[in-house]
């Protein structure tokens, strides 16, 4: 193998950049060349690639977002369009693909393997943690420590004015972020798409702690939850308890953003580092994976097969500590 790609795609996440910067370091270092695709399949598809080495990666491991640009594509969902991309890696005289993004990503990855014999490896690069076979992806824990920064200036102004504040934070299908937030951001309640939303016992809550003199709460709700969002959880507190200044705070795509933690910056390295040596030992439809503290290799398609589940231990402890 003599020269390799390397694409982000789907929705930016802190530590892309790590991820990027190993995946060039490491093929440089093994005597590989590599081209970076810009906008992903999207720029896959219209030829926007170009050939990177050592310095143009220099200083971007504290960056935030990618410096390859990331795009949704639906041309690439067609096999015409999917048959243009890979006429544009056998002109690049690309031999194997890293692709840095989440399950829909690599679904992309795999028709792209199947149907045109282009040697694939993933990446996980999400921050809502939700691609199934690995412990955790790329961004998830700048994301957590975003919303928790966030939500500790909240409960300064809280406490202040005696008022609960409604934290929305990132997690249309998965709530992964929303309890790491709510237990370290100690949340007296959470709510999470995966598990049913009991808005009278949490309005009971609420209305019991206000009657024992605390002043101020925080509730955190992921944005998929089937209550219906900050501003419908909001609503709800108002008609059902004693409190009339209820606050909401829509954290967004403020989680997104900023430079990645060091834990994200060591494990973007790690994982894009194997992915090249995947590609090397001639692997394809795979990801790499993080599990018990190991970076390892497994079958593409686990991503959305192998659903990942919320820790029923960290559910219990958010349970308690909401007492």
Not at 112 to 130: M, Q, Y
Not at 137 to 143: E, L, N, Q, S, V
Request: glycine fraction near 14%; charged fraction near 25%.
């Amino acid at each position: 193998m003599k020269r390799i790609g390397v694409l982000t795609s789907g929705g930016d996440a802190p530590g892309m950049n790590a991820a990027i910067r190993a995946v060039v370091r490491t093929a440089i270092y093994h005597g590989i060349e590599v081209m970076g695709i810009e906008s992903g399949y999207a720029g896959l598809i219209e030829g926007l690639a170009s050939q990177m080495g050592p310095r143009s990666v220099s200083g971007i491991v504290n960056r935030g977002g990618t410096i390859l640009r990331t795009a949704r594509s639906e041309e690439f969902k067609t096999k015409a369009g999917r048959k243009h991309a890979a006429a544009n890696i056998k002109r690049f005289l690309i031999e194997g693909l890293v692709v840095i993004g989440g399950d829909g990503s690599y679904r992309g990855a795999q028709k792209l393997a199947e149907e045109h014999d282009v040697p694939v490896i993933g990446v996980p690069g999400t921050i809502d943690n939700d691609i199934g076979g690995t412990e955790y992806t790329i961004g998830f824990d700048t994301a957590v420590n975003t919303a928790v920064e966030a939500i500790d200036r909240i409960r300064d102004t809280a406490a202040s004015h005696d008022r609960l504040f409604i934290v929305e934070v990132m997690g249309r299908g998965t709530g992964f972020i929303a309890l790491y937030v709510g237990i370290a951001g100690g949340s007296e309640y959470i709510l999470l798409p995966e598990t049913k939303s009991e808005m009278d016992e949490m309005c009971r809550s609420l209305e019991t702690g206000r009657k024992a003199g605390k002043t101020s709460s925080i509730v955190v709700v992921a944005e998929g939850d089937e209550a219906g969002g900050a501003l419908a959880v909001r609503d709800a507190i108002r008609k059902n308890t004693g409190f009339t200044d209820v606050r909401v705070t829509v954290l967004g795509h403020l989680q997104r953003g900023g430079s990645p933690s060091g834990f994200d910056r060591i494990q973007a390295s790690r994982l894009a580092s194997e992915a090249v040596m995947a590609l090397l030992r001639g692997e394809t439809c795979k990801m790499v994976a993080y599990q018990e503290g190991h970076i390892l290799t497994r079958p593409i398609s686990d991503a959305w097969t192998d659903k990942r589940e919320l820790n029923p231990a960290l559910l219990e402890l958010a349970q308690k500590l909401a007492v």
